[in-house]
């Protein structure tokens, strides 16, 4: 069973450009969340997606979107960058069920580094 | 808002010993899971172990049990017999189930080191 894809590994950009980032779930796999990693705040919530619809989001810009297709991957997209959202984005999948007794874990893609310049 | 707590940013622990790593939460809830999921220089971020809070008795995969304490809101992590492989930033994770989503909060992690 392949596991969770992000591409691509590493990105370069300039400030005020845009980027988009992709992540293909485990098969079967319904819900992707997105985490931006930085040393300074560490592990922060960007937003869940499950059979296309956003079902949560945390406390970021609006710059920040993203977007689930009819297939399960995600795209996050950050436009107008800034030198501070250079950071490890995250990607995990999971079946996304709300069950004390099923195995609902999550599973981490190896993660995208966005480096802003 | 749920809060996870990790007071120990780096612990040191000698090849084949134990090393025990703290977590205390927050939360008004009383269904979630927390896990705890190690993150090694790769940056692929690997699941540990699990715990469901109904669930009394402590979780064990192998080398690593946790110590759950609910009504403390505590969730320790020990690693017994420490290998090198072992080596890694561990964090720990709140996932409340009554939200119709699939959101973890993450405490802002453990460096581990392995001391050969």
């Known amino acids: 069973k392949a596991g969770v894809t992000q591409t691509p590994r590493y990105l370069i950009k300039t400030r005020g450009q845009q980027v988009t980032l992709s992540c293909s779930p485990i098969s079967g796999h319904r819900s992707v969340s997105w985490y931006q990693q930085t040393p300074g705040q560490g592990l922060q919530f960007l937003f869940e997606y499950f059979s296309e619809t956003q079902r949560n989001k945390g406390n970021f810009p609006g710059r920040f979107s993203g977007r689930q297709f009819s297939n399960s991957r995600s795209e996050m997209n950050v436009s107008t960058l800034e030198l501070g959202d250079s950071a490890l984005y995250l990607c995990?999948?999971?079946?996304?069920?709300?069950?004390?007794?099923?195995?609902?874990?999550?599973?981490f893609g190896q993660g995208t580094r966005l480096t802003v310049v | 808002a749920q809060t996870v707590t990790q007071s120990q940013p780096e612990m040191s622990v000698q090849e084949a010993e134990t090393v025990t790593l703290s977590c205390t939460y927050d939360?008004?809830?009383?269904?979630?899971?927390l896990f705890w999921y190690k993150q090694p220089p790769s940056r692929q971020m690997i699941l540990v172990i699990r715990q469901e809070a109904y669930k009394q008795q402590n979780a064990t995969e192998n080398r690593f049990s946790v110590n759950f304490q609910k009504a403390a809101k505590s969730f320790s992590l020990k690693i017994s017999d420490s290998q090198l492989g072992d080596a890694a930033m561990y964090f720990c994770a709140y996932r409340n189930l009554l939200t119709n989503d699939y959101k973890l909060s993450f405490g802002a992690g453990t460096t581990v080191t392995v001391r050969a």
């Open positions: 939360t008004s809830e009383s269904d979630y899971y």
């Open positions: 995990a999948s999971s079946n996304g069920e709300r069950s004390l007794y099923m195995n609902t874990e999550a599973f």
